[in-house]
């Protein structure tokens, strides 16, 4: 076939390629190699290769390009996959498809201006991965051979109260005898382990951890469990032999304790005060690798438990009670709801409705201070509360509080609710001899909070006159549902 007899748009697309070709064959393809984990390396794998379209947000670098401002992207483009059995390997990117009447390379290198995820899967071993910077030219990817190390969740239950602070101190002690529940993704409670016993159960294991093969139970059994797990007499729990994955717990008081956290069907005596959560409910979450260690060290820094929960009893504090001093003082106040005002003023203290089933409690930086009157050019604020001396409910509709025959002086207000809504809040409050201009009483007003999970409010209206917004004299409509979509448009929440 002669030159001029091909197309001219044909002519053009080569011309393209070709340059594209050309500046692809100066970069380096991506070099993968595959290793299982003890090193050894993985030569016979499958492979694809993803664009990651997302996009990325960097500490401290202003862009225009997040996740708050533009489309969500995350589809991840399939532009390459193989099967190899060499390690290393290098991958390159397929070119657009041409007319199979014109010859040309089939491939070039990743354009090293975008970022990709690689995925392997190889016979035997979980799947693996990793992200790829752009321009990245190698990577390293390490397999896991099956079955997959187990995994285990360490729980501490804690009282509450040295100080009353949601998080557990040095000088707290452990609560014994409490149930611990766990569920996965799929709901629960769940009384097995990964390899069908009842929770409990303890496996023999060579020195290197691995289980014992046995022919009839599978594995070796030392102890079979009976399905339940419960606090030691230092408040502490672990839940062993699981599969990775995450899982939600929960702590319930025993029986006929006057613990009062969580939902009324807990007891049949009240409401168990439970102070500590990570994401607004009485379930806190926790995340279990393969093999798994004790501690759970992901974004908190130092090593700890996996999940731990705080209980506070108004009975069992450890400060003597404010209100047994003399001449003292009503401290009250009520606890609001402080939300993002609208727009375009979102950012400021937008009042919302009361909190109800609300908590308050008042801890003190000393117990030889209480009662005694502050100090000139001594900032109490700055003075560590390390004991909690009352803890009290707020009026379950109104959010409001009142705490009488206070002795003046220095504390910390702490306040909580009891189905765990709104995030812990901490506020320091003095109180004056004699109350505000001699009444006896000191009232603090408003005391704002934040919600865990937001909410939204609004109405729908009757457009008269179709300008899109509500005028005087249009009518609001009421009765009617109202949705909450994800992205992808499926259903988060309706009225």
Request: proline share 9%; net charge negative; with cysteine.
């Given at each position: 076939?002669?030159?001029?007899s ?5 002519r ?27 090193g ?26 997040t ?62 991965g ?45 609560l ?64 062993k ?16 304790e ?57 009975a069992?504090l ?27 003023q ?5 009042l ?10 008042l ?11 502050p ?121």
């Open positions: 076939m002669k030159h001029n091909i197309p001219k748009w044909i053009s697309v080569l011309f393209v390629l070709t340059i594209g070709l050309l500046r692809g064959s100066a970069l380096a393809a991506l070099s993968v190699t595959v290793v299982d984990d003890a050894n390396s993985i030569s016979d794998f499958r492979w694809i290769l993803q664009e990651d379209n997302t996009a990325p947000g960097f500490p401290n670098v202003p862009t225009n390009n996740v708050s401002l533009v489309v969500h992207k995350s589809q991840s483009p399939v532009v390459a996959t193989g099967h190899s059995t060499n390690s290393p390997v290098l991958i390159r990117v397929p070119q657009a498809a041409l007319p199979t009447l014109v010859p040309a390379a089939p491939f070039s290198d990743p354009d090293p201006t975008k970022r990709y995820v690689l995925s392997v899967m190889a016979s035997g071993y979980s799947m693996g990793q992200l790829l910077a752009a321009g990245q030219t190698s990577v390293r990817i390490v397999m896991n051979r099956n079955p997959l190390p187990t995994t285990q969740i360490s729980i501490l239950v804690f009282h509450d109260h040295h100080p009353l602070n949601n998080e557990p101190n040095s000088e707290e002690e452990g014994a005898g409490f149930r611990i529940t766990f569920s996965d993704l799929l709901g629960g409670p769940m009384i097995q382990d990964a390899f069908a016993n009842p929770l409990g159960t303890e496996y023999a294991t060579n020195t290197d951890g691995s289980y014992i093969p046995d022919p009839t139970t599978k594995y070796q059994l030392l102890k079979k469990g009976n399905g339940f797990v419960y606090t030691d007499k230092d408040g502490k729990a672990l839940i032999n699981m599969w990775n994955g995450k899982f939600s717990v929960q702590a319930i008081p025993p029986t006929g006057n613990w009062n956290g969580g939902h009324a069907s807990l007891k049949k005596e009240g409401y168990s005060w439970q102070t500590a959560t990570i994401e607004g409910t009485p379930f806190v979450d926790a995340w279990g690798a393969a093999n798994g260690a004790k501690v759970f060290i992901q974004g908190w820094g130092a090593g700890y438990y996996h999940v731990f929960f705080g209980f506070c009893d108004p069992k450890p400060g003597p009670a404010p209100t047994n001093g003399v001449g003292g003082v009503t401290l009250k106040g009520r606890l609001r709801d402080n939300h993002y005002g609208r727009p375009p979102t950012a400021v203290l937008a919302g409705p009361p909190v109800t089933d609300g908590w308050v409690g801890n003190i930086a000393d117990p030889a201070l209480e009662g005694s009157a100090v000139e050019g001594v900032d109490r604020a700055l003075l560590p509360a390390n004991a909690a001396v009352w803890a009290q409910p707020c009026d379950p509709e109104t959010g409001e509080f009142v705490i009488t025959n206070v002795a003046p002086g220095a504390y910390q207000l702490v306040s909580w609710d009891r189905p765990l809504d709104f995030i812990w809040n901490a506020v320091d409050v003095t109180v004056p001899v004699g109350g505000d201009n001699g009444t006896g009483v000191h009232d603090i007003g408003d005391v704002l909070v934040v919600r865990w999970f937001g909410s939204l409010q609004g109405s729908v209206f009757y457009d008269a006159n179709g300008n899109g917004f509500p005028d005087p004299g249009e009518e609001t409509i009421p009765g009617l549902p109202m949705e909450i979509r994800f992205r992808d448009g499926t259903v988060y929440q309706t009225t």
